[in-house]
């Protein structure tokens, strides 16, 4: 079961926060983020481990409640280069695939 | 950097042909994935392969098959493509660690008409 993203959209100006979330309904072993520019690749940002391990963009950062099954990537001081759809994939046991989100769109201002 | 190559950026195909979609990584990664990507729905995986002949269905395999040969190549095969099947497809690797995150290729859009 795909997880749920919200919000599905939203439009920043520069300079201003957001905050991206992801919920499971089953328990996970990881939480993946990727942004995907239009007409571009998603590429890789985060990657979260059940225990706390994290590793990825050192100008971006994301939370993992295992208990909850939930994901919140925060996005400080946003430049217009934040802009895109953001995906959350889930893996439910290690060397599992991931099941993407929905993706939320972001759109950054001047 | 891992480059992972997909033959096409765009193919129009007419109701009923085979199709074959072509994806390429030069990094040695154990694992390949195809994805459909469609507005609203997000990614859906179609198949995986952990190995060289190994493959496992995602959530959407219906009308559609892989083939891994070689390592570094993992092939779907759209069997009689149907105008359902128009969408953005993408391929994607992976290492087979707990970092493992997905190196996704540039995606090919298919139109069947």
């Known amino acids: 079961q795909q997880p749920v993203q919200s919000p599905q959209a939203v439009i920043l100006r520069e300079g201003e926060d957001a905050v991206i979330n992801c919920s499971s309904s089953?328990?996970?072993?990881?939480v993946h983020w990727y942004r995907q520019k239009h007409g571009e690749a998603p590429v890789f940002l985060m990657i979260?481990?059940?225990?706390?391990e994290q590793k990825g963009h050192d100008k971006i950062s994301a939370s993992f409640n295992e208990k909850k099954q939930q994901s919140s990537l925060y996005l400080t001081a946003s430049q217009l280069s934040y802009s895109g759809t953001y995906f959350c994939g889930t893996e439910g046991n290690a060397g599992n695939m991931l099941t993407f989100g929905g993706g939320t769109r972001l759109m950054v201002k001047p | 950097d891992v480059k992972v190559t997909q033959s096409s950026r765009y193919l129009v195909k007419r109701t009923g042909e085979k199709v074959f979609l072509e994806c390429v990584q030069d990094?040695?990664?154990?694992?390949m994935f195809w994805y459909r990507q469609d507005p609203g729905l997000g990614l859906r995986l179609i198949y995986f392969?952990?190995?060289?002949?190994?493959?496992e269905k995602g959530d959407i395999p219906e009308g559609y098959s892989v083939s891994r040969e070689k390592k570094e190549r993992f092939s779907l095969i759209l069997e009689s493509a149907s105008t359902n099947q128009t969408s953005m497809y993408l391929c994607?690797?992976?290492?087979?660690?707990?970092?493992?995150?997905?190196?996704f290729g540039s995606g090919t859009r298919l139109t069947v008409v």
């Open positions: 089953k328990a996970l072993y990881s």
């Open positions: 979260l481990l059940k225990g706390g």
């Open positions: 994607a690797s992976s290492l087979v660690t707990k970092w493992g995150g997905y190196t």
């Open positions: 990094m040695d990664h154990e694992n």
């Open positions: 392969s952990y190995d060289v002949k190994m493959k």
